[in-house]
């Protein structure tokens, strides 16, 4: 299952970004939504989860208030809108999908618990 991942560019300082993740409806629809982040020369980190229905979501600390994390359950995809961003932010973005119950809550940051994946698309930020 390939999870189609768009929406990252170069922006300046300030500015803002959506990133769009789809994926088939059969999966999209029992599956938990998750964006990770790789920057260069670093390793993989979690920026936000959003559960299935859309109505839990939970985001690591760097972000919060800035980025947003949502589901269109329709049209089978997931966004991240990013404002406010910072030369820090600049990264591949990844999406992925979980299917499995999550019983500990701990594990939503956890790039296991995921099993689906898609590619990176890059984010730059500009100072």
């Known amino acids: 299952v390939q999870l189609q991942a768009s929406g990252g560019g170069l922006v300046q300082a300030g500015g803002s970004l959506r990133l769009s993740c789809t994926l088939p409806?059969?999966?999209?629809?029992?599956?938990?939504m998750g964006w990770f982040r790789q920057a260069p020369g670093k390793e993989r980190e979690f920026v936000a989860q959003?559960?299935?229905?859309?109505?839990?979501?939970y985001y690591t600390d760097s972000v919060k208030g800035r980025f947003t994390i949502s589901r269109d359950n329709g049209q089978n995809t997931a966004y991240l809108e990013m404002n406010n961003l910072k030369p820090e932010d600049t990264a591949d973005y990844f999406c992925?999908?979980?299917?499995?119950?999550?019983?500990?809550?701990?594990?939503?940051?956890?790039?296991?618990?995921?099993?689906?994946w898609g590619q990176g698309t890059q984010v730059t930020v500009s100072s």
């Open positions: 959003i559960g299935r229905s859309g109505s839990m979501t």
């Open positions: 992925a999908a979980a299917t499995t119950i999550l019983t500990d809550n701990r594990r939503r940051v956890d790039e296991g618990y995921y099993g689906y």
């Open positions: 409806g059969r999966i999209f629809s029992r599956a938990a």
